[in-house]
């Protein structure tokens, strides 16, 4: 069953870093482009950081200069590095692959992020 797999997430202070895991299982990450999305509770679900299958990588304004995207894929992962934490990061976070020739696409299970003192 083709499937992403989200890990990482936890409690953690504010100024502080998670490392979020996207692990693919079923299929490779080669030719998807990658996207990392959150959704706080009584808000919209929002794009975060994106990379796509030849490395380029974009961001969130509110996230630019903390969080970085990286991709694996000879383990099949792609990560999702978050520093400095505040507690507006607070939400669960979301892993979306996607084909770039067919236009296939997962979502994983999300992972929840809490950001507090």
């Known amino acids: 069953q083709l499937q992403l797999v989200e890990s990482g997430g936890g409690l953690v202070q504010p100024g502080g870093s998670l490392r979020l895991s996207c692990a693919a299982s079923?299929?490779?990450?080669?030719?998807?482009?990658i996207g990392w999305f959150r959704q706080a509770p009584g808000k919209e679900r929002e794009g975060v950081s994106c990379?796509?299958?030849?490395?380029?990588?974009n961001y969130a304004d509110s996230v630019k200069g903390r969080f970085s995207i990286s991709r694996d894929d000879y383990e099949k992962t792609v990560y999702l590095q978050m520093n400095s934490l505040k507690p507006a990061d607070t939400a669960v976070y979301y892993c979306?692959?996607?084909?770039?020739?067919?236009?296939?696409?997962?979502w994983g299970q999300g992972t929840q992020v809490t950001v507090s003192s």
């Open positions: 979306h692959a996607q084909q770039v020739f067919t236009g296939d696409d997962y």
């Open positions: 079923g299929f490779s990450l080669d030719y998807h482009a």
């Open positions: 990379i796509s299958h030849s490395g380029d990588t």
